[in-house]
């Protein structure tokens, strides 16, 4: 018990700070990512000039170098830069890259020469943060990438102006080494890490072991993928989330420390207690603290940080107690475990728990005042169907990200409000005493309804997304093929999804 516990101690005093996020290259992201998707020989054909923020909002330029006869892009980082090129290719070139797999839906014909803008456009991004997945997508969709297919979205993401990328994978890697350095053994660890494609639920605490073993190799090979990840998304400026210490631990943790405050999750999902019943570490015990910064250390260490954290400890379960006090201290327990290794700490949370019943609006309150305003942000996961920032006060203060679901379990189906979709993003952004510092899609799973995701992403800079609505209009015979129901409907929670609701009005 002393080895391990003196392990522990010494990654608590290294230094987290050591290891900050690499600045990026702006310019070579995008010359990258133009060689990938348009071709060398596009590389040379536009000009790249990286600019100033506009007090502390994202920029893009596009403009024209009459000397050279060459389209120049200018942006404030590579996320910029890319948003620039897919506005051109859209609106100068008649030209797009699709969401679609394997670039299906990508049409790339593009006119000889350049054409160059007659005049120069600016857009400024309205919103801080574009916040992009859901904590499922790794499991329902993103699984089984290599870093190619990785690449490709990533790409995709700058194109569409995304900026803050939820990053998850190859964390096992960082738990076994917390837990072997405890002295938990490879079985017990077996035992509790689910198979690969149900690692979504394991890491939230409702599943253990389901689908199992997870292998040794694998879990190495998904450290190295994510370290490729990282270093492109830093080079575009991206913002990586990543995991954050929940309290979601093995059975072995009671052998670790039997006086540990443990208590088992409900089951979950119709698993037995086999797969389910999952111990959560109190976070107002002290062994919590004592865990959370070890894992933050090594977190640091492997990936380096964006200083971005997300944390669901109570993820379709509910706390023990609905004492106010118990909720604040809870809740400022797990933020303080990673500010103790991060004074840059900013802990991302969805507000998916608050749909429970458990959770009134006084139980929120008390529960997110454990956290300093400035150092949380709260995705309000569905909002196109179940906002929840009205009700709560704009989440009592606390910044949050008005998300996109849409995609419940995957489910396929041509359907999404795309009046809601236009209208509300905007609504929540200028209410009276709004806290809204963003926009985000959270689907389940994606590659799929691209109409839909492809008006969203037009809310993350400052095209009037009723442009898009305007020209929908204009093709009623087209869009009627697929509208023969009331134009408001939205998908359903994983039921049979209706179909695509239109409203262009």
């Avoid at 942006?75 to 299906?104: E, H, M, P, Q």
């Avoid at 806290?435 to 800079?461: C, S």
Wanted: charged share 15%; hydrophobic share 40%.
């Amino acid at each position: 018990m002393g080895t391990q516990l003196a392990f522990v101690t010494l990654l608590l005093v290294s230094s987290a700070q050591s290891l900050s996020s690499p600045l990026g290259d702006p310019v070579s992201a995008i010359q990258g990512l133009v060689s990938r998707n348009l071709g060398p020989q596009y590389v040379g054909l536009f000009e790249y000039d990286v600019i100033s923020d506009q007090a502390g909002s994202d920029v893009f330029e596009i403009d024209s170098d009459s000397k050279q006869n060459k389209p120049v892009l200018r942006g404030n980082n590579g996320v910029s830069l890319a948003s620039a090129l897919n506005f051109y290719l859209k609106y100068s070139c008649n030209c797009s890259i699709s969401w679609g797999r394997d670039g299906t839906g990508n049409q790339l014909n593009l006119p000889h020469p350049l054409p160059l803008p007659n005049t120069k456009l600016r857009m400024v991004s309205p919103v801080k943060y574009r916040y992009y997945q859901n904590v499922c997508t790794v499991s329902y969709s993103m699984v089984w990438w290599d870093f190619a297919r990785w690449q490709q979205e990533i790409d995709w993401m700058a194109l569409n102006g995304l900026n803050l990328i939820l990053s998850f994978t190859g964390q096992e890697y960082v738990w076994r080494q917390l837990y072997s350095s405890l002295g938990i053994t490879e079985t017990e660890l077996q035992q509790y890490f689910s198979g690969a494609a149900f690692l979504a639920w394991q890491r939230m605490g409702n599943i253990k072991g389901w689908g199992g073993p997870l292998d040794n190799e694998w879990i190495d090979s998904q450290a190295q993928l994510q370290k490729q990840i990282l270093n492109s998304t830093r080079q575009f400026g991206m913002i990586n989330v990543l995991p954050g210490f929940s309290g979601h631990v093995p059975d072995a943790i009671a052998r670790i420390y039997p006086n540990a405050s443990l208590i088992k999750s409900a089951a979950w999902g119709n698993f037995n207690s086999t797969y389910t019943e999952v111990y959560l570490l109190q976070p107002t015990d002290p062994i919590f603290a004592t865990l959370g910064r070890a894992f933050y250390n090594l977190l640091i260490a492997e990936f380096g940080t964006d200083h971005v954290y997300n944390c669901d400890t109570y993820n379709e379960m509910d706390p023990s107690s609905s004492d106010p006090t118990f909720l604040a201290n809870t809740n400022g327990a797990i933020y303080e475990a990673m500010a103790a290794v991060d004074q840059d700490a900013i802990f991302l949370m969805q507000a998916w728990l608050f749909h429970s019943g458990f959770w009134t609006n006084d139980r929120i309150k008390a529960f997110l005042s454990g956290v300093p305003d400035a150092s949380m942000l709260i995705l309000d996961l569905n909002s196109e169907q179940e906002p929840l920032w009205q009700s709560t006060d704009s989440y009592f203060g606390k910044p949050f990200i008005w998300c996109l679901l849409h995609n419940y379990g995957g489910t396929r189906g041509i359907y999404g409000n795309l009046t809601t979709i236009a209208v509300e993003p905007l609504l929540a952004l200028h209410a009276s005493g709004s806290t809204m510092v963003g926009v985000g899609m959270t689907p389940e799973a994606i590659e799929h309804n691209p109409v839909v995701y492809d008006l969203m992403v037009r809310e993350t800079a400052s095209y009037d997304p009723h442009l898009f609505l305007l020209s929908l209009s204009s093709l009623p015979t087209f869009w009627s093929l697929f509208s023969p129901v009331p134009l408001h409907t939205s998908a359903p929670s994983l039921s049979p999804p209706h179909l695509c609701s239109l409203h262009t009005s």
